[in-house]
């Protein structure tokens, strides 16, 4: 896969991410795993998606940056099969609420 297009869905897949947490935690489905992302979400919808996106935002920046670098190219990959296993852990959850 092209690089450019796997930081793209890198953070595509951030965004959709954020959104889904979102829905889970304020229609008490779910609770928030990262007590990062907990606290954030406490002070209110704003904060947390201004860190989470802007946190994506910044990692798109640097892997695009560094797409020379191997280094860049394995972190890429690495996230992806990461973030893939978040997208099937909303899935079950929304599977495990909804059943």
Known sequence: MNHTRAV?????????DALVTL???????APEA????AALLD????PFLLVK???GAFTAAVLLYGSEYKL???GVT??????????GSHVLTGLAVFG
Request: hydrophobic fraction near 70%.
């Open 8 to 16: 793209f869905l890198l953070f595509l897949l951030n965004l959709v």
């Open 34 to 37: 990262n007590h990062l992302m």
């Open 78 to 87: 690495v996230a992806l099969v990461t973030y893939i296993g978040v997208m």
């Open 23 to 29: 829905i889970w935690v304020t229609s008490d489905l």
């Open 53 to 55: 996106v802007g946190m």
């Open 72 to 74: 860049a190219r394995v």
């Open 43 to 46: 002070w209110g919808v704003f």
